[in-house]
């Protein structure tokens, strides 16, 4: 039986931090869990999957290099 997907290590999350932090600014990201805890949940029953990091993008050119940041990683 599967326990689901794989969490990131912790490694790869502080470079993903790093590189965003090279773009946006430091209040456009959270890494503080009781910033993340209420993104892991939802109204499904599936349980409680807190993020790793939380971006507050303020434009489309933010969505864009956040996510060229994670797949390049």
Do not use: K, N, W, Y
């Amino acid at each position: 039986m599967s326990s689901g997907p794989s969490r990131p290590s912790r490694e790869l999350v502080e470079r993903a931090s790093r590189e965003i932090l090279r773009i946006l600014s430091p209040s456009q990201l959270r890494r503080d869990p009781d910033a993340l805890a209420p993104f892991g949940r939802d109204d499904s029953d599936a349980g409680e999957f807190p993020p790793d990091l939380l971006v507050f993008a303020e434009s489309t050119r933010d969505v864009s290099h956040v996510l060229r940041i994670c797949q390049e990683l």
